[in-house]
């Protein structure tokens, strides 16, 4: 057990138990190897670690298991006896596991269960099949709260894998902690830059406890507060000022200034918790106003038009732990130094790391951030809802505070499928009202809630359901048919949408990588490997651009 920074945490490095056939390192997409790895998204796989409970660790009052990535069906065991089943890879869990655990070694241990297993027997006894045209299986994937690419795409091969993909820790802490410290905006201006510092707080107990929020840029305190913290979760906001705030821009238009904050709690005179946070100070709107061509639909920043200049975001790899730090700022570097000041985060990947948003927070890149729930209509019940509000609760919780999020969007193409790929003749009209309760329901609900500061869209393209999913009169555009319709690329000079977050045409890699998975005898286009690989292989160098 590893000890980290912070009073209440220690990492738990979790180890695979079962072979090393899944590491990702084994199965790379060289030649037709994909087809032959596809047992391993059929195949439960079980990790295991040993937690060393100290006497000085068994002293507090509390002590959690906090799961921030399990991918996907997972029982969860603490010395065998069954503590968590978890079913959605974008989710924390947190296991209340003071009572299962011993003095000395205790055993952690974690069973993933087959996606693909676990949803057949659900689909043999449906009347439809809900639609997933880029699974390139079993087409289980709508059902399951996972990364939708994992089931294969037009750029991406299909490896339906299972596993611990965020960390695990212990958090041990006594009477109370700070669950989370939300810097929200309330008016910024070049004068003064009008904040709350919203607190949430977890306590066991009644008592009487100090808010300090100190302004670590400025090596101030911001505001002060005391406070009646009862049993469970407490809410507390202090409202400060900053004068003469050095504002945040975009790429292109100015600086990018960043401000640290930490929230202490103090209670007895002493620190019982705190926490850290980073922003930047910055007006946002999105301007939907009607004119002579219907609606428009741009973002301002601090009171500036800013002309969106980006790129499609799909995940960096194909296996999500091997998607370092410096890869991340590799990327990210290129899109700044390219000119781009927009990144469209594509809804069928991951939640992508806080790392990621952190450099777009530094490098002025503006991110429009759509929920992993895309192209896929999508069954619900109440267990399905109240799970994507958690879902969604962790995720704008955990990314509110970047001034690099522009907007929150719902889902990927799904409007526009049920409107124009057939997908409302073929389905019962019971599942748009189950898409309304999600992306018009459930999503603007928590966004809104949680963060207000800014705008939510429920599809991507949309017109709010105020016009034609595609129309170039108002909302945002996807244009593909240079691509998929085989039309000349001079159609790029007749369209004018009122905002453009997707177009292009994909492309074979540099020969360099071919020959990364290929021999020379198989560079024929029309050769199995070339056949068997080509569909997994262009994104690579593709050309994909937004905004």
């Given amino acids: 057990m590893v000890e980290t920074p912070g009073p209440r945490r220690s990492c738990l490095a979790v180890f695979i138990r079962i072979c090393s056939l899944i590491n990702s390192s084994k199965i790379p997409s060289i030649a037709d190897n994909e087809q032959k790895q596809q047992w391993i998204g059929k195949t439960d796989w079980e990790y295991q670690t040993t937690i060393n409970a100290t006497p000085a660790l068994l002293t507090h009052k509390q002590i959690e298991l906090v799961f921030e ?33 011993k003095p000395g070694a205790n055993t952690l241990r974690i069973r993933f269960r087959s996606p693909i297993n676990e949803i057949l027997p659900l689909m043999a006894k449906m009347k ?173 920043i601090n009171g500036v038009p800013v002309f969106g200049k980006g790129g499609n975001w799909i995940p960096a790899d ?114 748009w009202d189950d898409y309304l309760k999600i992306f018009h329901g459930v999503l603007p609900e928590v966004c809104g809630s949680l963060d207000p500061s800014r705008p939510y869209w429920p599809s991507s393209p949309s017109s709010n359901l105020e016009d034609d999913p595609d129309s170039q009169k108002m909302g945002d555009v996807h244009y593909w048919q240079v691509w998929h319709a085989s039309k000349p690329f001079s159609e790029y000079e007749k369209q004018y949408p009122r905002f453009m977050s997707e177009y292009g045409f994909q492309s074979f890699p540099q020969i360099e990588t071919v020959e990364t998975y290929t021999v020379p005898a198989d560079h024929d286009i029309q050769s199995p490997v070339m056949l068997a690989t080509s569909g997994i292989r262009v994104a690579t160098n593709s050309y994909e651009n937004t905004c």
């Avoid at 267990?383 to 879902?391: G, K, M, P, Q, S």
């Fill in 69 to 101: 990535g399990l991918d996907t069906y997972a029982n969860v065991f603490l010395n065998d006896e069954p503590v968590l089943n978890a079913d959605n890879m974008f989710r924390t869990w947190r296991v209340d596991c003071k009572r299962f655990l």
């Fill in 128 to 300: 439809y099949e809900l639609p997933a045209s880029n699974d390139q299986g079993e087409k289980t994937s709508p059902h399951t709260r996972k990364a939708p690419y994992q089931y294969g795409w037009d750029w991406g091969p299909r490896f339906v894998t299972s596993g611990i993909w965020r960390p695990v820790s212990l958090e041990a802490w006594n009477n109370s902690r700070v669950d989370d410290l939300h810097i929200a905006p309330k008016k910024i201006t070049a004068d003064a830059a009008e904040l709350t510092a919203e607190v949430e707080v977890v306590a066991d107990s009644n008592s009487t406890a100090t808010i300090v929020v100190d302004n670590l840029t400025n090596k101030t305190v911001a505001a002060k507060r005391q406070v009646a913290l009862i049993p469970g979760v407490n809410h507390i906001t202090l409202d400060f000022v900053l004068p003469h705030p050095a504002l945040w821009w975009p790429n292109g238009l100015g600086a990018h200034p960043l401000y640290d904050f930490k929230a202490r709690l103090l209670i007895g005179g002493g620190l019982a918790d705190q926490a850290t946070t980073r922003t930047g100070l910055r007006s946002l709107e999105l301007r939907q106003q009607p004119d002579e061509s219907g609606k428009s639909f741009y973002f301002v």
């Fill in 318 to 431: 194909s296996f999500p732990t091997r998607i370092t730090k410096d890869k991340y700022r590799k990327l990210l570097e290129s899109a700044r130094d390219t000119n781009m000041n927009m990144l469209r985060v594509w809804g069928g990947g991951i939640t992508s790391a806080t790392t990621f948003y952190d450099l777009a927070d530094e490098m002025g890149i503006l991110v429009c951030r759509i929920s992993c729930l895309l192209a896929a209509c999508i069954r619900v019940n109440q267990a399905f809802l109240d799970n994507v509000r958690h879902e969604a609760t962790d995720n704008v919780k955990r990314l509110r505070n970047h001034p690099s999020i522009a907007i929150w969007v719902g889902n990927n193409e799904i409007e526009t499928a049920w409107k124009h790929w057939g997908w409302k003749d073929q389905l019962p009209a019971s599942l």
